[in-house]
């Protein structure tokens, strides 16, 4: 089977899906859908080790690759879900140069195989943007992604990732990753009418909540029940 990393390497576009309230039958489900990975939140979620173990598990019996994202980037936490048998990591707040390549370093002391593993920077300020033509030459992350509800923080627009500046500065951020030849990512939220524009300018890993989904259907379905014959 071909990896997503080769996948990547090839050019392809990652469809990526964060179940929101994850179970390893919801993961099965998402799997007949056609995403290529679940993303697993550990960050702002309460999964624990035994829930990645089981749904990166449900996730293998999908065909579905898993990316997990740890609460910090210390090491001994990063290689713990490396362990539990996960596809790769998406280790938030990267600020630096030197902060990427600790991370790098630390999962290249894991007790498994690290080059198989995933890799995914978030990128999620202005000084993570100041710092990203110094990031973009670290060969070993696969994916630069942009955090725009953090970046929006960051700038003075806390809770409006929707702003301008924050759009212009999303924008240009996916254009120089892509320039340099390397893979873009990000969380499209609720945007989904703007994917085309998104792949236009060269994002190539593209996570989407199952609940914007969800939303969408329940949304149209209740207007239905409940508008005018």
């Known amino acids: 089977m071909t990896t997503l990393k080769e996948r990547l390497r ?4 990652i469809a990526v899906c964060n179940p929101d309230y994850p ?6 489900f998402i799997g007949t859908l056609g995403f290529d990975a679940i993303f697993i939140d550990c960050e702002h979620a309460s999964t624990d080790f035994a829930l990645v ?9 999908a065909d579905l690759a898993t990316v997990v994202r740890p609460w910090s980037n210390e090491e001994g936490l990063v290689n713990r879900y490396l362990s539990c048998g996960v596809d790769g990591v998406q280790t938030p707040h990267v600020q630096s140069r030197a902060e990427a390549k600790a991370i790098v370093e630390g999962i290249a002391r894991w007790e498994g195989d690290h080059t198989a593993k995933l890799l995914v920077a978030m990128i999620e300020s202005e000084q993570a943007i100041a710092a990203l033509p110094e990031m973009l030459n670290i060969d070993e992350i696969d994916v630069f992604y942009i955090g725009a509800v953090d970046l929006a923080q960051s700038m003075g627009l806390k809770g409006n990732p929707g702003h301008a500046r924050v759009r212009a500065a999303v924008d240009a951020t996916i254009e120089i990753i892509a320039g340099s030849g390397r893979v873009a990512g990000m969380n499209v939220q609720g945007d989904l009418d703007a994917v085309a524009r998104y792949r236009g300018l060269g994002l190539h890993w ?9 939303s969408r259907g329940a949304r149209s379905f209740i207007d239905n029940v409940r508008g005018p014959l």
Do not use: C, D, Y
């Open 10 to 13: 090839a050019g392809e576009t």
């Open 23 to 28: 179970t390893p039958r919801m993961v099965e």
């Open 53 to 61: 173990e089981e749904l990166a598990r449900a996730a293998r019996s």
């Open 206 to 214: 593209i996570n989407v909540h199952l609940k914007t989904f969800v």
